[in-house]
């Protein structure tokens, strides 16, 4: 019951500090709304071709723009060594990992729920009447990508060449998570949508795995 | 999960070393601390001090030997109050906010009440509501201390404490650290020569390349473990 106390103030803490300097929420965002508009006006897609091609253009773009929010996940821990006060004072490791990765799943949900409906006005994609199979969609995806984002983040932030070494582990490490969110979203958007449960159980089964091994090894990534 | 205990207990080094690549921060180092010692620890900058008292408080692992605390039973691990040359606190959070979030942590019963102590022990009573960024290097290094003794450590390790200290706050801390010390607490701290806190030491040791090279209990002979490492 402590780890999930622990974490739970560690999450509120996350929340409190981006809630008040809207750092992640905003560099994330203005990444994917660049992305969203820049597309949509060099190919000009029709609504056919959105559905096409809309949920993997998503998709990359809520990776990349992940990659820039799990940066400073435990970077900014290394500034006054907070990680070390955390390590002493938390009575599992996996408690920080939680909290982190919670947080990071937040924020990246926040981010694509609001700019799905950016994407629905400029690629005249209906998305508000699969609103809620979207969001569960994106939950587990956020999920997968912050799991392992959180746990690479906690490895890249000890290393050298830490800006690059970031997106370099993590965007091939999440293409058995890019797939099937893509997949599920264009089953979505497609006029007789339906939730695609074979994608969604990779998507879970992703979920379920790299939790387990955060679980059980998270704790060696923290040490020095 | 080890369960954290705050009775007093010391500290057992046994042939430890400590390998940075191919640099030895320790070297075989055999040294026990009682409980409710008071040792002050000194040597040159890379002798080896801060690496001594991350590998006592465990965020280190040693490369080789081994680390223990004698009074303690199986699945005990002391409560340690740790503050560093970092001032490991939260730069965006207020001093109170700082005190809050690791008191939750540690599981205290009344984190507020404790807080408020704590602040007004170190004087930022009036600051509390400020954010650590706004504060000066001493006002930080005073809430890290307070964040070292939330909880009634077991073992107090401190790197360096009186660094950015004034008059005024070094006399609080010298005093902090010698009730700390009439309580039996263990503690072990890092200085540069001798100051109003090796005073308050019962044990005086001196690091050389990672070694100890000198090591009394004499009150007589510190000022020569300070001075020249010769006891």
Request: with cysteine; net charge neutral; aromatic share 10%.
């Amino acid at each position: 019951m402590r780890l999930f106390s622990n974490a739970a103030v560690l999450l509120q803490k996350e929340l409190q500090a981006e809630f008040r300097s809207h750092e992640l929420l905003t560099t994330a965002s203005v990444f994917i709304l660049i992305v969203i508009v820049l597309f949509s006006f060099t190919f000009d897609p029709t609504s056919a071709e959105s559905r096409q091609f809309g949920p993997g253009l998503l998709w990359l773009a809520f990776l990349f723009s992940a990659s820039l929010m799990m940066q400073p996940s435990f970077l900014k821990e290394r500034t006054n060594d907070t990680l070390s006060a955390l390590r002493l004072a938390v009575c599992d490791p996996f408690a920080i990992f939680l909290a982190k990765l919670c947080a990071n799943s937040i924020f990246l949900l926040i981010t694509q729920l609001l700019l799905l409906l950016v994407f629905g006005v400029f690629y005249n994609v209906a998305v508000l009447s699969v609103f809620p199979q979207l969001a569960f969609v994106f939950f587990l995806g956020s999920l997968g990508i912050s799991t392992t984002g959180t746990a690479l983040s906690a490895i890249s932030s000890q290393a050298r060449m830490r800006e690059v070494l970031l997106p370099l582990l993590l965007l091939p490490l999440l293409v058995p998570v890019l797939i099937p969110s893509a997949e599920a979203t264009k089953a979505l958007f497609e006029a007789e949508h339906k939730l695609r449960w074979d994608w969604l159980g990779m998507l879970i089964a992703f979920d379920v795995v790299f939790l387990t091994a955060l679980w059980l090894f998270g704790e060696y990534l923290l040490e020095e | 999960m080890s369960q954290r205990v705050s009775r007093p207990c010391g500290i057992k080094f046994k042939k430890v070393e400590k390998k940075y690549g191919s640099v030895y921060a320790l070297r075989r180092l055999d040294m026990e601390i009682a409980a409710g010692e008071c040792v002050a620890l000194t040597g040159r900058n890379g002798s080896g001090k801060t690496t001594l008292l991350r590998v006592a408080s465990q965020l280190t692992r040693p490369t080789r030997g081994e680390l223990s605390f004698p009074e303690l039973g199986p699945g005990e691990a002391p409560a340690i109050g740790y503050v560093s040359h970092a001032v490991m606190i939260y730069e965006e959070l207020t001093a109170e906010e700082n005190l809050l979030l690791f008191a939750r942590l540690l599981g205290i019963a009344q984190p507020k009440k404790r807080t408020a102590e704590l602040l007004e022990a170190t004087g930022l009573t009036t600051r509390k509501d400020a954010a650590a960024r706004t504060f000066s290097r001493g006002m930080k290094q005073r809430l890290a201390i307070a964040r070292a003794l939330l909880e009634e450590p077991s073992m107090l390790l401190l790197d360096e404490p009186g660094t950015g200290l004034d008059t005024d706050s070094m006399a609080w801390l010298t005093a902090t650290i010698r009730a700390l010390r009439d309580q039996g607490r263990t503690i072990v701290m890092s200085v540069h020569g001798e100051s109003s806190l090796s005073q308050v030491a019962t044990r005086a040791a001196r690091l050389d390349s990672g070694g100890l090279v000198a090591d009394t209990r004499n009150g007589a002979t510190f000022q020569n473990v300070f001075w020249t490492g010769i006891a």
